[in-house]
């Protein structure tokens, strides 16, 4: 979440939700560091919750200003704050019927109500369209090939008889990830505020991945196991499904029945079938099924065939992957392929870990599945795509300012970014103000 102050108008770029220490994020999520009713406007950059998911609550308590979006993310976050919402409803509930003692933990940060009414408020803007708000605030997004509907907003500014420009990277896409289209060039500007997530590091090249799957599938379908593949419901699970679709078409992997257990994901499904312009053809002869009922998903757990299932929960902490793993945590057989990064302490990280054993739900399980990380889905840019996508922009930017990362990601860009001749580039502080004119 950054505000944009141009004379009187406030801007705010994103206001997703902070996940972290429980306590840590439940302050920050509940409260704002400025009057909500006092925002003119929100820029959103795409659909993920940690960069929309606070909306409802903004609305809430009183943001009534327009949210500019593009289409494919208007119709994203119908979905993603309405399956949010129902998880702050349900959590209150539960809180309520444990006793919580303060009452705000009894009350949900939003619900359904407030997420359809942030929708409401959706303004959608084209890419490449020079949209005039005011006299003193014009903005264009450009594509940032992270996720269907992702923008950079590059923002033109007038103040005092002269013009800013500002550019929010929002999440930058990853080069090369052929699903999406790649990540656009990020423009020049007297600001640039840009993600760092994969700062000093790099992805692992597409034909690698694809080696490492293949090896892992083949040994498991060897077996007679299952490979699971935990995944985030909205992007990773749509990149993984699709590479998983084209391997198999292609031979590199064996074909064996594909299964998606995430209701959500499969809501997804429609709107990436609505945009499907925007997307890589699936290779469509490779059927996918989508597990809706929680009984369904059961079943096809349980048969003795292999198969592959990706199922909702990127770090296994919640989500359906839980009952999966449940099931075959103890067996040799199968497999668990982990495409996200795991925190660690997460149940993903425990799992990762070489020990024979786990515990989740209560209980010591045997840990005799074999554990495989396959790195590269990720929808974001690596070391090489900033210094390669941020190129253009050097020579006109005055200052970088690196969001969204841990310190060791941004503290790598800053030093690559500083070599490469930005003269200004560091991770602020939060609530940190930077005066541009
Ligand atoms: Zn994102």
């Known amino acids: 979440m950054h505000l944009l102050e141009v004379g009187p108008y406030r801007l705010l770029l994103d206001c997703g939700l902070h996940r972290g220490p429980r306590e840590e994020a439940r302050l920050r999520n509940r409260h704002f560091p400025f009057d909500p009713a006092s925002i003119d406007a929100v820029v959103l950059s795409h659909a993920h919750i940690d960069h929309c998911g606070n909306l409802p609550n903004l609305v809430r308590q009183g943001f009534t200003g327009p949210i500019y979006c593009t289409p494919a993310t208007q119709d994203l976050i119908a979905i993603m704050l309405a399956d949010s919402a129902r998880i702050q409803e349900d959590d209150a509930q539960v809180a309520s019927l444990a006793g919580a003692r303060r009452p705000g933990d009894r009350r949900p940060l939003y619900n359904r109500q407030d997420a359809f009414t942030a929708i409401e408020q959706c303004m959608t ?189 990127g770090m296994c902490e919640g989500g359906r992957i839980i009952q999966h793993l449940k099931q075959h945590v103890d067996d040799p057989r199968s497999s668990l392929v982990l495409v996200s990064y795991q925190a660690p302490g997460s149940l993903g990280g425990q799992l990762l870990e070489p020990k024979p054993n786990v515990r989740f739900h209560g209980r010591t399980w045997n840990k005799w599945i074999e554990v495989v990380e396959v790195n590269g889905f990720s929808g974001h840019a690596d070391q090489a795509d900033f210094a390669a996508l941020l190129a253009p922009a050097l020579g006109a930017t005055k200052h970088v300012r690196l969001v969204h990362g841990e310190p060791s990601q941004s503290e790598a860009l800053t030093a690559a970014l500083l070599a490469q001749g930005f003269p200004d580039v560091r991770a602020p502080e939060r609530e940190e103000v930077l005066a541009l004119g």
């Open 125 to 313: 803007v084209q890419y490449d369209v020079a949209y005039t708000i005011n006299d003193a605030v014009q903005l264009r997004f450009i594509d940032a090939g992270h996720l269907l509907g992702s923008a950079i907003t590059s923002l033109t500014l007038q103040h005092a008889g002269r013009e800013y420009r500002v550019t929010f990277t929002g999440d930058l896409g990853r080069r090369g990830l052929s699903y999406l289209p790649p990540p656009s060039n990020v423009p020049a500007g007297d600001l640039i505020i840009c993600e760092s997530t994969y700062g000093g590091k790099p992805h692992d090249t597409i034909e690698g991945m694809a080696a490492k799957m293949a090896d892992v599938v083949r040994r498991t379908a060897a077996r007679g196991g299952k490979v699971l593949i935990p995944a985030f419901s909205l992007g990773r699970t749509q990149i993984v499904v699709h590479y998983l679709r084209r391997w198999m078409a292609e031979g590199v992997l064996p074909r064996l029945p594909l299964y998606v257990d995430s209701p959500l994901a499969a809501e997804i499904d429609l709107v990436c079938d609505d945009y499907a312009d925007y997307l890589a053809p699936d290779a469509e002869e490779i059927e996918v099924e989508y597990l809706l009922s929680a009984d369904e998903a059961w079943y096809r757990s349980t048969q003795p065939d292999p198969c592959v299932i990706v199922a909702s929960g």
